[in-house]
Nanobody, 124 residues
Framework: QVQLVESGGGLVQAGGSLRLSCAAS????????MGWFRQAPGKEREFVAA????????YYTDSVTGRFTISRDSAKNTVYLQMNSLKPEDTAVYYC?????????????????WGQGTQVTVSS
């Protein structure tokens, strides 16, 4: 079965950086759009970033554009989220997800598989 395992979360001061990783198994990696979503306490899950099946196209929510970078390594079946200039409002559980269709990459319900999440906490 498909498994997505996130790692790399933690506690960091504002202005700092973290790199999240998501290792995928049980799927043909290059047939899936890969995305990152996050959910803060008391808030709905929101789209953060996505990368196309080929890796040539990337997409971001406005609030992270210029600070976060999504990438993928097909040799390792892994997707990354490099997060720089972190702000307290970036605090959330971050989830990795895989989408076979790639039709609506900003919509969480379109994704077929999800990881368990990794906590990111940014202190002010």
């Amino acid at each position: 079965q498909v498994q997505l395992v996130e790692s790399g979360g933690g506690l960091v001061q504002a202005g700092g950086s973290l790199r999240l990783s998501c290792a995928a198994s049980g799927l043909t990696f290059n047939r899936y759009v890969m995305g990152w979503f996050r959910q803060a306490p008391g808030k709905e899950r929101e789209f953060v970033a996505a990368i196309s099946k080929s890796g040539y196209s990337t997409y971001y929510t406005d609030s992270v554009t210029g600070r976060f970078t999504i990438s993928r390594d097909s040799a390792k079946n892994t997707v990354y989220l490099q997060m720089n200039s972190l702000k307290p409002e970036d605090t959330a559980v971050y989830y990795c997800a895989a989408d076979r269709s790639g039709n609506r990459i900003r919509v969480g319900d379109e994704y077929d598989a999800w990881g368990q999440g990794t906590q990111v906490t940014v202190s002010s």
